[in-house]
Nanobody, 113 residues
Framework: VQLVESGGGLVQPGGSLRLSCAAS????????MSWHRQAPGKEREWVAS????????NYADSVKGRFTIARDNAVNTVYLQINSLKPEDTAVYYC?????????WGQGTQVRT
């Protein structure tokens, strides 16, 4: 099982980034996918989630209206579009796959403003 995040980097406040998480080794279309982040010195927090077929999407209040989660089951990838970046968005961003009691994490990608 692998979840590989990419797309992070250093961006000016107000800028945009698109994170990707490529999955392999499991049946991606059966899993709820989510993005989480961990800022320096803070606990990891949930950011957004999307149901297996994409019909249900939820966001943390802190990112609502600025972040967009999406998935493409044809290529086993989940995305996080980040717009209007703020300094407080600086964190390592992780994707997570969940199906019942099974869960997998990626290794994270750094986003800095």
């Amino acid at each position: 099982v692998q979840l590989v995040e990419s797309g992070g980097g250093l961006v000016q406040p107000g800028g945009s980034l698109r994170l990707s998480c490529a999955a392999s080794g499991f049946t991606f279309r059966d899993y709820i996918m989510s993005w989480h982040r961990q800022a320096p010195g803070k606990e990891r927090e949930w950011v957004a989630s999307i149901s297996s077929r994409g019909g249900t999407i939820n966001y943390a209040d802190s990112v609502k209206g600025r972040f967009t989660i999406a998935r493409d089951n044809a290529v086993n990838t989940v995305y996080l579009q980040i717009n209007s970046l703020k300094p407080e968005d600086t964190a390592v961003y992780y994707c997570k796959a969940v199906r019942g009691a099974l869960s997998y994490w990626g290794q994270g990608t750094q986003v800095r403003t």
